[in-house]
Each structure stands twice: as structure tokens, then as C-alpha cells.
């Protein structure tokens, strides 16, 4: 047996006991032919739409800055100077907005033994990427947030590098307890992990 079906056999053997949850604090999981991926759940509809807002006003200020600038007045000079202002930080709004809109995705490949991390964004050409070797992953932490809200967190290294942590799953509530710590053991097992952790931060 090689160490790719090792691995997918490790595992499979874990989720007879621990079923995949389809839904986990913020993401869904799913397991398909060799992959278990997890994606965190769209932004109401309300929220997506306030980027968008925020930059539509900005234009309008900016226009209206443009159009005060092509007229002579006393005072207008500092309008047009206030109203591009207001339009430059609709902008910066904007980008925070969607900053925090954006969608997170990982994926296990169990062939290639890789963690793949995934930011998603509104613009596809924006979505960031980055590949992690099962090897470099160091633990899969439950950490503790205000509220009491729990997260999953990978921590994992590159060679030559300090360690580095990444969100998997957030929101996770406290009734979601026993659902947690199934997942946990689940991507430890698929890491080849051994030991838990509590962490804060």
C-alpha cells in the first residue's frame, strides 16, 4: 500500500467513527474522492451589498468635487477639497469592507498530501492561494475566542521559516462542542497529528 492510500485509508477509517458534519461555525464540510474541503458560508446579502454602496457614493462625491473645482467662488475650494476627502475614505471603506466579505476555503488533498488555503474574494483575479505540505503542519489548535466563540487553526511551517497560523473554521459555538472536537480529530488524523491543544488568541 502506498502512502497516499496510507492516508486516505487512515482517514476513512477515522470517519467511520467520526462522521463529517455538513455544517461547522462558519464553513462547510464536505469529503469527495480524496478531498475533504471546507468553505466558509457567504456574507448576507445586505453586507455583500456595502462595498459596492460605499463606492458608488465615492464617485458621487468625487464628481461633485470635480464639478466645484470648474467653478470659481470663495469658499468653494474648500468643498470640493472636503467632498474629495469624504470620497477617498468611501474608498478605504470599501476595500476594508470587502477585506472582511471575503471568503476563506481549505482543501485537503490526500494524493498530493497537501493543504491547499484559500482567500476568496468578490474579484476572482484577487483570490489568493498557498499550498501546504502535510509534513509542514505542525497542529491543528482549538482556540477560544471572546463570546465564548471556538476556532480551528492550523499551524504549519516553511522550510527556513518561523511558524505561521491559519484560520480553518470560526463562529464555532459552545453547543457545537462535541462536533468540534470530532473535526479536530479528524484533521489531526489526516495530518498525522498526535496530541491536542488549547490555545487563546
Same mark, same amino acid.
Given at each position: 500500500m502506498d502512502r497516499y492510500a496510507g492516508r486516505v485509508a487512515s482517514f476513512k477509517d477515522? $470517519?467511520?467513527e467520526n462522521r463529517i458534519p455538513p455544517l461547522l461555525g462558519d464553513v462547510r464540510l464536505r469529503y469527495d474522492s480524496?478531498? $475533504?474541503?471546507?468553505? &466558509? $458560508? =457567504? =456574507?448576507r446579502w445586505e453586507w455583500r451589498m456595502l462595498p459596492g454602496l &460605499?463606492?458608488?457614493?465615492?464617485?458621487?462625491c468625487a464628481v461633485g468635487a470635480a464639478i466645484l473645482v470648474g467653478q470659481e467662488a470663495g469658499t468653494l475650494p474648500a468643498a470640493s477639497a472636503a467632498l474629495a476627502l469624504v470620497a477617498a475614505s468611501l474608498v478605504g471603506?470599501?476595500?476594508k469592507l470587502e #477585506?472582511?466579505?471575503s471568503r476563506r476555503r481549505f482543501v485537503l488533498h490526500f494524493r498530493t498530501e497537501t493543504l491547499r488555503l484559500e482567500r476568496l474574494t468578490w474579484? =476572482? #483575479?484577487?483570490?489568493?492561494?498557498?499550498?501546504i505540505a502535510f509534513d509542514a503542519v505542525r497542529a491543528v489548535h482549538l482556540v477560544e475566542r471572546p463570546g465564548p466563540r *471556538?476556532?480551528?487553526?492550523?499551524? *504549519?511551517?516553511?522550510e527556513g521559516s518561523s511558524p505561521r497560523r491559519a484560520l480553518l473554521v470560526e463562529a464555532v459555538r459552545p453547543s457545537e462542542g462535541e462536533t468540534l472536537h470530532r473535526v479536530w480529530r479528524l484533521l489531526s488524523n489526516a495530518f498525522g497529528l498526535r496530541g491536542a491543544g488549547l490555545a487563546g488568541g
Open positions: 477515522a $470517519l467511520q480524496g478531498r $475533504l474541503v471546507g468553505e &466558509s $458560508l =457567504p =456574507p &460605499s463606492v458608488g457614493v465615492a464617485v458621487g471603506l470599501a476595500l #477585506s472582511r466579505l474579484a =476572482p #483575479s484577487a483570490t489568493r492561494a498557498e499550498l *471556538y476556532a480551528l487553526v492550523v499551524e *504549519y511551517t516553511h
